[in-house]
């Protein structure tokens, strides 16, 4: 898309085009190829967008050794030298025991979010500007903290700034390193600002890691509930180091961090947008299902307005406008004899799939209860529609093998967030501001200067 008719600098062409209105290109390119596949380039690569289900599944279904999801990180965030070791033994831990264990830390999760409120935005008794980014990602990354190394660190300031930064850090060393050859790029990284963050990391949570792999446990003694435990009970020997368990942390904390705060950002600022259509009903939907005045797993599970506004905030707030990307580390052929050659991105175009007409109507609206709607119409015992759940025309968290783990995770900080926040407080937008996205490349950029007006309302 956006080559024009003339060969020559065709791909720069579509790339500066691309780069000036991603979105409008794929959103193009979708409604013009949506029975195939359209190409497009960024200012360093070119792309094979997939748009039709059929051919969807067979990339999703091509063995990792011909069509490679590890690679894409790792060229895009030079991950082996940004993150270190990639063996995923521990992805096993996010999809099971993270999981299953959301319910035992649903207290201790709200108690943290109310803790991080008070912190960050406190009860205003009129309405008062929060930048609501900036208290999003740190409400997240306090939430995150308490489910992935628990006290003390989830309230240490110091830390949280830190992996708040991570992420940053990651994308600007990745860019510093990549021009060099690999042989450089080891004794370079150290020269960046993941190298310093990630040293930073391991001083602050030496002791506590330490304290943790030394420690052994009684039959009956409690163990602490959280990820860094889980990597203490099962991790291999070679792995068994405070730098080793720090870059698995780290890690984890970047798949985390900015994608569940851009999100839940997204959503947020919809209540404040319409508070009269969204503030009293969520509210009103949250408050009766408390156990003993408390939000709990109960709570979390019948709240189905909460759990389809935050599927429809994924919806329209997708972390990547292209998902499922893939690199071709063979020659891949589709059923339809389409070849695609070794070396090659693939990738589908979810921001035009989210916005298909056929399967959303009236695509470009945010209806924060399109979900509940449909759960409701349909009642079929099925995750179907619920806001964790994934398919071919809701790709937030990918789809396939490769799936978001944390997903079941993300989802519940989520609506636990947007649950205490909408009982704490009243929200509006102040007089003319529209939020900004911004694209960059394939991403959706939120507006980080946003700020919204809240107010207290008297309820925990
Ligand atoms: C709203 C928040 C989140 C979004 C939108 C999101 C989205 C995604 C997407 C799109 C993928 C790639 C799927 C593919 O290309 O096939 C992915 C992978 C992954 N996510 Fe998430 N994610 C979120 C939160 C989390 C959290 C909280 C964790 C950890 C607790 C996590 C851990 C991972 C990991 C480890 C992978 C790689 C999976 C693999 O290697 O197979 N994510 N996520």
């Not at 306090?142 to 300031?157: I, M, N």
């Not at 020997?237 to 705060?261: C, D, G, I, P, Q």
């Not at 945010?366 to 979900?371: I, V, Y």
Request: glycine letters at 6%.
């Amino acid at each position: 898309m956006g080559y024009g008719h003339s060969p020559f600098f065709a791909s720069w062409r579509g790339a500066i085009k691309f780069m000036l209105r991603p979105r409008y290109y794929l959103l193009k390119g979708y409604k013009k190829y949506k029975s195939g596949y359209f190409k497009i380039a960024t200012l360093r690569e070119e792309y094979i967008l997939v748009s039709e289900k059929g051919k969807i599944s067979e990339l999703l279904a091509a063995p990792a050794d011909v069509l490679s999801f590890l690679d894409i990180s790792a060229d895009e965030i030079q991950s082996r030298w940004t993150l270190g070791d990639s063996s995923p033994w521990h992805l096993g831990l996010i999809s099971g025991k993270l999981t299953q264990n959301i319910g035992t830390m649903t207290p201790g999760l709200v108690k943290e979010i109310n803790f991080a409120l008070d912190r960050h935005v406190g009860s205003p008794s009129k309405f008062t500007p929060i930048a609501l980014h900036n208290v999003i990602q740190k409400v997240v990354a306090q939430a995150v903290s308490y489910a992935f190394v628990g006290h003390p660190l989830c309230r240490d300031e110091v830390y949280l700034g830190n992996i708040r930064a991570f992420t940053r850090a990651v994308r600007v060393s990745a860019e510093l390193i990549r021009p060099f050859p690999d042989s450089m790029k080891p004794y370079l990284i150290r020269l960046t600002p993941v190298w310093r963050r990630q040293k930073f990391a391991e001083e602050l949570m030496h002791s506590v890691v330490l304290a943790r792999l030394r420690k052994t446990y009684k039959a009956k003694e409690a163990k602490p509930v959280d990820l860094l435990q889980w990597l203490a009970d099962t991790a291999p020997s070679r792995e068994r180091s405070v730098t080793k368990f720090v870059e698995r942390l780290m890690r984890m904390n970047l798949a985390a961090m900015h994608t569940t705060t851009s999100i839940l950002t997204g959503a947020v600022t919809q209540v404040a947008l319409a508070p009269d259509l969204y503030t009293e009903t969520l509210r009103n939907e949250v408050l009766p299902l408390r156990e003993n005045g408390s939000i709990t797993q109960k709570t979390m599970l019948h709240a189905i307005k909460l759990d389809s506004f935050v599927r429809e905030a994924g919806r329209l707030n997708p972390v990547s406008m292209i998902g499922l990307m893939r690199v071709a580390r063979k020659e891949f052929c589709f059923r339809d004899g389409t070849i695609i050659p070794k070396g090659t991105r693939l990738g589908v175009p979810t921001v035009a799939i989210h916005q298909d007409v056929s399967l959303y109507p009236s695509p470009e609206a945010f209806d924060g209860f399109r979900f509940s709607k449909l759960r409701e119409e349909h009642h079929n015992g099925t995750m179907m529609h619920e806001a964790g759940s994934t398919d071919l025309d809701h790709l937030t968290f990918g789809h396939g093998k490769h799936v978001c783990p944390g997903r079941f995770f993300a989802t519940d900080v989520m609506k636990l967030v947007l649950a205490v926040m909408v009982v704490r407080y009243d929200f509006k937008m102040p007089a003319n501001t529209k939020p900004r996205k911004r694209y960059f490349g394939e991403h959706e950029i939120p507006d980080f200067s946003l700020r919204v007006l809240v107010k207290a309302t008297g309820n925990r």
